[in-house]
Nanobody
Framework: VQLQASGGGLVQAGGSLRLSCVAS????????MGWYRQAPGKQRELVAD???????DYADSVRGRFTISRDNAKNTVYLQMNSLKGEDTAVYSC??????????????????WGQGTEVTVSS
């Protein structure tokens, strides 16, 4: 299972970015998925997560500015980030809880992490 995150970059304060995280192979069935971030010198924190039913939860610091969504057909989760602030600068990573089916049809349950994508907000 691989999670490929993309969409990071440099943006001015007040701007927007949309992060994407694609899971492969297509036989990996995602249950819950989340976005985390880690700023320099700080611990990694949960930014937002979304359940298999579409229920969402957000960190207080991003609620109302960020939106997490998913496209099950594309095995992809998005993080729309609006009204970005300097304190949003961090490396953003995605993770996914799900079931991967081997070629023999054996289900493998696990939690998987993608590589990070860097977001820099200039003030």
């Amino acid at each position: 299972v691989q999670l490929q995150a993309s969409g990071g970059g440099l943006v001015q304060a007040g701007g927007s970015l949309r992060l994407s995280c694609v899971a492969s192979p297509s036989t990996f069935r995602i249950n819950a998925m989340g976005w985390y971030r880690q700023a320099p010198g700080k611990q990694r924190e949960l930014v937002a997560d979304i359940s298999s039913a579409g229920s969402t939860d957000y960190a207080d610091s991003v609620r109302g500015r960020f939106t997490i969504s998913r496209d099950n057909a594309k095995n992809t989760v998005y993080l729309q980030m609006n009204s970005l602030k300097g304190e949003d600068t961090a490396v953003y990573s995605c993770n996914a809880d799900g079931v991967y089916y081997t070629d023999d049809g054996v289900p493998i349950v696990g939690r998987y992490w993608g590589q990070g994508t860097e977001v820099t907000v200039s003030s």
